[in-house]
T-cell receptor, first 113, second 114 residues
């Protein structure tokens, strides 16, 4: 079974630039999550989708972050404009159901200069 | 405020030296508690889900237990390949929306020496 795919793996941008991350979840997984993990900390949930609807985006900085999940499969997370404090690893995860464990992708390491 | 606290922050063990990692939580209406393993440069790997106090789950040298206030991850006779960061997460209801939120702890960095 293929795992969660993410791209790119690494991205370096300057502050005020825009960046987008892509995630392809495990086939058949209805729930998709985006997390931000700053070095030395646990993952922080940014947004959760159930199929193509948003379940929770309470910790998403909506003035600069946006996310969408087209047709309930792939998802993109965008940052516009980026700030220095956005430097982190952005993790995508999926699960069959909200109550079950999540399967994570390898993450995208973002460095904002 | 909902919180998840893991201790210790870091732990060094000799190969074969058993120990426990702790995850204490304060949430209203715990729906589930999850343990993950994270290797450097990789995403977390799902280990266990615990749903109710008294529940136990085992996998190889790992055993997770749950009480009403905390969870323990017991590592029996660890090997160097068990070295990783172990993360605990809780799922709790969001009162205003009827949905559920995930809160991760900051993890315990485990190093097992040969």
């Amino acid at each position: 079974e293929a795992g969660v795919a993410q791209s790119p793996r690494y991205k370096i941008i300057e502050k005020r630039q825009s960046v987008a991350f892509w995630c392809n979840p495990i086939s058949g997984h209805a729930t998709l999550y985006w997390y931000q993990q700053i070095l030395g900390q646990g993952p922080k949930l940014l947004i959760q989708f159930q199929n193509n609807g948003v379940v929770d985006d309470s910790q998403l900085p909506k003035d600069r972050f946006s996310a969408e999940r087209l047709k309930g499969v792939d998802s993109t997370l965008k940052i516009q404009p980026a700030k220095l404090e956005d430097s982190a690893v952005y993790l995508c995860a999926s699960s069959l159901d909200q109550a079950l464990g999540q399967f994570f992708g390898p993450g995208t390491r973002l460095t904002v200069l | 405020e909902d919180q998840v606290t893991q201790s210790p922050e870091a732990l060094r063990l000799q190969e074969g030296e058993s120990s426990s990692l702790n995850c204490s939580y304060t949430v209203s209406g715990l729906r589930g508690l999850f343990w993950y393993r994270q290797d450097p440069g990789k995403g977390p790997e799902f280990l266990f889900t615990l749903y109710s106090a008294g529940e136990e789950k085992e996998k190889e040298r790992l055993k997770a237990t749950l009480t009403k206030k905390e969870s323990f991850l017991h590592i029996t006779a660890p090997k160097p390949e068990d070295s990783a960061t172990y993360l605990c997460a809780v799922q709790a209801p969001v009162a205003t929306s009827g949905t559920y939120k995930y809160i991760f702890g900051t993890g315990t960095r485990l190093k097992v020496l040969a």
